[in-house]
């Protein structure tokens, strides 16, 4: 299940074991490349005296959009510098947000304000951005996929915008059929060796084991070894070739040769 960020924020942690509300939902600690979750940063008291703590994504023992919980409030800790987990997403000096979001082309297509992420891993499934501020106070976002993205930086992100999840896809199959292809190579070629030794295998026989095999009435004929084959000429009959059995001729003696 995905959920958005920023309909977390201002959502109080709730303990599990007991059902007590404790800190509320401030920012979102995401790791320095920008694909996942790695914390909560919450905060507690009022503003001008409010605390700041996080509780680590992987303590977390359930997270959906009415209510997000823990085991209990000992995984929840105080934390002077949050960039030692990475980045935070809504407010800091190094927040994601507010980045500008430029292509490959060099466009500048807006830039983050939100981003929506897998509840059960963590993973950022994609960033919201907005073209204008009208834009962002009518909701009205651009949804770029994480996987389009290329780079964040400090101040900006660059993205694909031709990379798309089928495209990646057809990638995939086209690597999987070559791999079946150099399979198919393969077997065929050891499937062809044995033939090829049996034909060399005819080759070596000698002359008197030789057969000859007609196409037109699948006779087979012996061929003595003093004789020699005339092969008949091939007449087409429409798309079919047909031969005639060959002539066997025998070998005329020296001797019959000189009187004649």
């Not at 499934?125 to 780079?151: C, H, P, Y």
């Not at 999840?165 to 057809?170: P, R």
């Not at 087409?236 to 001729?249: I, Q, S």
Request: aromatic share 4%; glycine share 8%.
């Amino acid at each position: 299940m995905k959920i958005k960020a920023s309909n977390l924020q201002g959502k109080k942690i709730i303990a599990q074991y007991n059902n007590k509300k404790l800190d509320d939902i401030d920012d979102f600690i995401l790791n320095n490349q920008g694909s996942e979750v790695v914390g909560l940063v919450l905060s507690s008291g009022s503003i001008l005296s409010s605390e700041k703590k996080i509780v680590l994504f992987k303590n977390l023992s359930s997270v959906e959009e009415k209510k997000v919980q823990v085991d209990n409030a000992n995984v929840i800790r105080k934390v002077e510098d949050f960039n030692q987990f990475g980045r935070s997403f809504f407010n800091g000096e190094k927040a994601i947000t507010g980045s500008i979001v430029v292509s490959t082309e060099g466009e500048k297509m807006g830039k983050i304000n939100d981003f929506e992420f897998d509840t059960q891993t963590g993973k950022v499934i994609s960033f919201l951005i907005g073209k204008n501020v009208m834009a962002k106070i009518l909701s009205i976002d651009e949804e770029i996929e994480k996987q389009k993205v290329l780079s964040l930086g400090k101040e900006v992100m660059f993205v694909n915008k031709n990379q798309t999840g089928q495209s990646q896809a057809k990638q995939n199959g086209q690597q999987s059929q070559g791999q079946k292809n150099r399979s198919g190579q393969g077997k065929s070629t050891r499937q062809t060796q044995p033939k090829q030794q049996q034909n060399k295998k005819a080759k070596n026989q000698p002359p008197e084991k030789q057969e000859v095999q007609t196409r037109s009435n699948k006779e087979t004929v012996a061929i003595p070894e003093d004789s020699t084959i005339v092969l008949p000429e091939t007449k087409k009959t429409g798309v079919v070739y047909e031969t005639e059995a060959p002539t066997v001729l025998k070998k005329a003696k020296k001797g019959t040769e000189k009187n004649e």
